[in-house]
């Protein structure tokens, strides 16, 4: 596999091709913030915030790091005043949704996000799709998925996995608020208070 040759940060990085910039960034120590990548799992681009500023042919442009692949001579910037901006305004817009979960607002102080910036969304789910994407691609299970559309949609259990689920939970730690384990619990109520539930606990 040939090797490519670009620059980050204003560091010489060799990487192989194929690889992304946020891959070519990992392997030399380069820390690109990212809400919805996972070593085991595909690249999804969901969240956006691993955002770069990207100069190549005397183009200059904001892309996703994670979806990004290496060119030659590929100068990226993985701090600049415009991917600051786009951090901290995707920042208060998952903000909006989960206002008090605790990486986000780490998240914040960096980059001075201000959580109140906008309407509040009771849903604490960013939509990062790292439980269900690890329980399709990792577990091959599919127990966990969206429900719904835009500014409703949500994460739902399969009621008929609710068990597996319980026993694995792999997927809970992923979590970056707390909004997975609030719809298993709901999930889980729900099961447990169903008529078929209720008729085998009388049996």
Known sequence: MSKIL??????DVEASEGMTILEAAQNVGIVIPTLCHHDKLEPYGACRFCTVEVESGGWTKLAASCLYPV?????????????D???????QLLLSHAPDARELQDFAKEYGADKDRFEKEASFCIHCGLCVRY??????KD???????GAKREISFTP???EYCWNCKECFSLCPTEALQAAYG?????????????RKSEE
């Not at 329980?135 to 091959?140: D, I, L, M, P, R």
Request: proline share 2%; aromatic share 2%; glycine share 4%.
């Open 186 to 198: 709901l999930t889980a109520a729900l099961v447990s208070s169903s008529p078929s539930c209720e």
């Open 71 to 83: 060119e030659k001579n590929l100068v990226v910037r993985t701090r600049s005043e415009k991917v």
């Open 85 to 91: 901006r786009v951090r901290k305004m995707i920042l």
């Open 135 to 140: 329980c399709a691609e990792v577990k091959k």
């Open 160 to 162: 008929e996995m609710i």
């Open 6 to 11: 670009l620059k980050i940060d204003g560091k």
């Open 143 to 149: 127990a966990v998925g969206f429900i719904n559309r």
